[in-house]
């Protein structure tokens, strides 16, 4: 519902945050008003049902973002084609009805094959439709590009990897497993640019390359291997405007220590992408060994001691619902001290990654009921405005360009408000005076 949205972005400003990954494709479905797939039964309770009132969570989540200065990236499972949670037959617009022929089953799970060529148009099609239609600042895939495997079961591809082979291919089954996953990597990010050039593309693949990589990593599976995914090389191409490896182990669990993977993650980047590890908070709030009491006290300031691209993403937002504190609590009362504006993406070459021009703010009111106002450049998403009490500046809010007006502390010494565009450039400052 849109109370429930509400209270998540109102939580994501209580907290400091600035981006919202939102689910939107689970299973070849959508939480979003779509012509190329069914609403999801996890939205609606049952496959191609429609919400009860003409809305659409996407756009509304988007919009209510916008407004209160976070971003907002569709995630989107590119492969999976049913859940075994779920409990509704494949509607007819459902790719198990429409092409069943490119789908197969493994284990629990109905997956899309990555090597059928419908199957790789078939996702691309509607990630092109959601960057077309949607004011998105990020397209996300997760982890399942070749499904996790399961002891002693092939993935049965045989009927597109003998067709691969009867056309003239030439590579054995795990390169072409690779070179397929390549490609769909390569065209997404093709893809979304062709689209708009400023949206962000992110992946989060599995944290561990492979095992003893880096050396001190015993143990994880091989996602080159056994995912078919080649994550260094879609780094070395630069495929990708962020990479989210999902780090969710504890500091001190030897066999997969977050301080032994996250230096290794930013020496292989060498294209200088942002690198945002995925943390686990919710493990965090469980408490258990060997986590340690301040456990994401200590990661972020592993994290922030790297010279590189800093940045993170908390899965998921459940655990960030309470102020246990440890987590929420640490977070609001000393780790997120001030609003952060995201990192600018100075590679994605469009007319908004040149600076925007500096608002035309003037502030109104009386003292100790300061009203900041603007009018933004046609060019800015959002507008910083930072303040300053005694001798220190900080962050007060970042809003919507649009929003137009920011109240001030009561206790503000001067103000200055920055405009930020699509890609993250940055204005000259404007600094009205105070009343």
Same mark, same amino acid.
């Given at each position: 519902?849109? *109370?429930?949205?509400?209270?998540?972005?109102?939580?994501?400003?209580?907290?400091?945050?600035?981006?919202?990954?939102?689910?939107?494709?689970?299973?070849? *479905?959508?939480?979003?008003?779509?012509?190329?797939?069914?609403?999801?039964?996890?939205?609606?309770?049952?496959?191609?049902?429609?919400?009860?009132?003409?809305?659409?969570?996407?756009?509304?989540?988007?919009?209510?973002?916008?407004?209160?200065?976070?971003?907002?990236?569709?995630?989107?499972?590119?492969?999976?084609?049913?859940?075994?949670?779920?409990?509704?037959?494949?509607? $007819?617009?459902?790719?198990?009805?429409?092409?069943?022929?490119a789908c197969v089953k493994y284990g629990a799970y109905q997956w899309m094959d990555p090597g059928d060529q419908r199957a790789a148009d078939w996702?691309?099609?509607?990630?092109?439709?959601?960057?077309?239609?949607?004011?998105?600042?990020?397209?996300?895939?997760d982890d399942y590009f070749y499904p996790y495997p399961e002891k002693g079961k092939p993935f049965p591809d045989t009927r597109s990897f003998t067709?691969?082979?009867?056309?003239?291919?030439?590579?054995?089954?795990? *390169?072409?497993?690779?070179?397929?996953?390549?490609?769909?990597?390569?065209?997404?990010?093709?893809?979304?640019?062709?689209?708009? #050039?400023?949206?962000?593309?992110?992946?989060?693949?599995?944290?561990?390359?492979?095992?003893?990589? #880096?050396?001190?990593? +015993?143990?994880?599976?091989?996602?080159?291997?056994?995912?078919?995914?080649?994550?260094?090389?879609?780094?070395? +191409?630069?495929?990708?405007?962020?990479?989210? #490896?999902?780090?969710?182990?504890?500091?001190?669990?030897?066999?997969?220590?977050?301080?032994?993977?996250?230096?290794?993650?930013?020496?292989?980047?060498?294209?200088?992408?942002?690198?945002?590890?995925?943390?686990?908070?919710?493990?965090?709030?469980?408490?258990?060994?060997?986590?340690?009491? *301040?456990?994401?006290?200590?990661?972020?300031?592993?994290?922030?001691?790297?010279?590189?691209?800093?940045?993170?993403?908390?899965?998921? %937002?459940?655990?960030?619902?309470?102020?246990?504190?440890?987590?929420?609590? $640490?977070?609001?009362?000393?780790?997120? #001290?001030? %609003?952060?504006?995201?990192?600018?993406?100075?590679?994605?070459?469009?007319?908004?990654?040149?600076?925007?021009?500096?608002?035309?703010?003037?502030? +109104?009111?009386?003292?100790?009921?300061?009203?900041?106002?603007?009018?933004?450049?046609?060019?800015?998403?959002?507008?910083?405005?930072?303040?300053?009490?005694?001798?220190?500046?900080?962050?007060?809010?970042?809003?919507?360009?649009?929003?137009?007006?920011?109240?001030?502390?009561?206790?503000?010494?001067?103000?200055?408000?920055?405009?930020?565009?699509?890609?993250?450039?940055?204005?000259?400052?404007?600094?009205?005076?105070?009343?």
């Open positions: 519902s849109s *109370d429930l949205l509400d209270a998540i972005v109102a939580r994501a400003v209580d907290l400091k945050l600035n981006a919202l990954v939102f689910q939107v494709r689970p299973s070849a *479905d959508a939480m979003y008003q779509s012509t190329l797939e069914p609403w999801s039964e996890w939205l609606t309770g049952a496959q191609g049902r429609a919400p009860d009132e003409a809305w659409d969570p996407l756009e509304y989540l988007i919009a209510a973002c916008h407004r209160e200065g976070l971003q907002l990236h569709a995630w989107c499972n590119p492969f999976r084609a049913a859940h075994p949670a779920g409990k509704s037959a494949p509607a $007819a617009n459902h790719v198990l009805s429409k092409l069943p022929s996702s691309l099609a509607v990630i092109r439709d959601l960057v077309t239609r949607y004011d998105l600042d990020g397209v996300h895939i067709a691969y082979q009867k056309g003239g291919g030439k590579l054995s089954r795990d *390169d072409w497993r690779r070179f397929n996953i390549d490609t769909f990597v390569r065209r997404m990010y093709e893809t979304v640019h062709q689209q708009k #050039p400023w949206v962000q593309v992110g992946i989060s693949p599995f944290g561990i390359a492979a095992p003893k990589v #880096p050396a001190g990593i +015993e143990a994880g599976i091989d996602q080159y291997a056994d995912l078919y995914a080649d994550v260094q090389k879609w780094l070395r +191409e630069g495929w990708l405007d962020y990479l989210a #490896p999902q780090l969710y182990w504890p500091i001190d669990q030897k066999p997969q220590s977050f301080a032994v993977l996250l230096p290794w993650w930013h020496s292989v980047n060498p294209k200088q992408r942002h690198m945002w590890p995925g943390i686990n908070p919710g493990r965090m709030l469980a408490g258990k060994a060997p986590s340690r009491p *301040d456990e994401l006290r200590d990661e972020l300031q592993l994290l922030r001691a790297q010279k590189a691209s800093q940045g993170h993403i908390h899965y998921s %937002f459940r655990a960030l619902r309470t102020d246990a504190a440890n987590v929420a609590g $640490a977070l609001k009362n000393s780790l997120y #001290p001030t %609003f952060a504006v995201a990192p600018a993406s100075p590679w994605l070459k469009d007319r908004s990654a040149s600076a925007p021009a500096a608002p035309e703010a003037r502030v +109104e009111g009386t003292a100790g009921r300061q009203v900041a106002r603007w009018t933004p450049d046609p060019n800015a998403r959002f507008v910083a405005v930072q303040v300053r009490k005694a001798k220190d500046w900080t962050v007060h809010r970042v809003l919507g360009a649009e929003v137009g007006s920011c109240t001030l502390p009561a206790d503000v010494t001067a103000v200055s408000l920055v405009a930020i565009s699509r890609t993250g450039a940055l204005s000259a400052p404007s600094s009205p005076k105070l009343r």
